[in-house]
């Protein structure tokens, strides 16, 4: 039961840095380059680096805390692949922020220095995957699928942690009902 819930903490957790770190960047980025009309190349140069570590940091902290608790083995094995699994969908996050701002005010945003070299590593740690199961070179279709899934997950978790404070705020409570995760 316990390692349940620290599996549940850990995904809340989840959830909250994602919806935390595309909120905050996408008001810096709107703020910073429609507001005050800084080029927003400039800013996502300045703001995707620091979102990038921070939410790297905070994932291995969430991860650490749970390697290091009392939970069993297997809460810790499943926690830790999830956190792998979920850190590219989580640092995808900011970058969608700014895509939505350039959208938003019709700027490129492909000449960034973070967002172009974002995508060089993605398309790196992905190509070898893709290229585990094909031969053809797949990477602009399978890029395609990774902002479809990544934005899929983020809306997923951001969609669960609004609930979760709205059903707080009209019963009371955090509304899980779980003991204390670690």
């Keep these: 039961m316990r390692d349940r819930a620290v599996i549940r903490h850990r995904l ?5 840095l994602w919806l935390g770190g595309f909120l905050l960047v996408l008001i810096i980025a709107a703020g910073a ?3 005050a009309r800084l080029d927003l190349i400039d800013v996502a140069d300045l703001v995707l680096p620091v979102a990038f570590v921070l939410l790297g940091v905070a994932m291995a902290y969430g991860v650490g805390a749970t390697v290091v608790s009392r939970a069993g083995l297997a809460t810790k094995s499943l926690v830790t692949a999830l956190g792998l699994a979920l850190l590219l969908p989580l640092l995808w996050a900011p970058v969608l922020a700014v895509l939505v701002v350039a959208a938003i005010g019709g700027s490129v945003i492909e000449y960034s220095t973070a967002y172009a070299g974002f995508r060089i590593v993605v398309s790196q740690i992905i190509y070898p995957l ?3 199961f094909t031969e053809s ?3 602009t279709a399978v890029w395609a699928m990774f902002q ?3 934005s899929v997950v983020g809306f997923a978790a951001s969609a669960v942690q609004v ?5 707080g705020f009209l019963y009371g409570g955090d509304g899980d009902g779980d ?3 670690a």
């Design 163 to 167: 609930w979760k404070a709205v059903r």
């Design 12 to 16: 809340s957790q989840y959830s909250a």
């Design 179 to 181: 003991v204390e995760a």
């Design 33 to 35: 380059s429609l507001v």
């Design 130 to 132: 893709v290229s585990l």
């Design 148 to 150: 479809v899934a990544a």
């Design 137 to 139: 070179p797949l990477a």
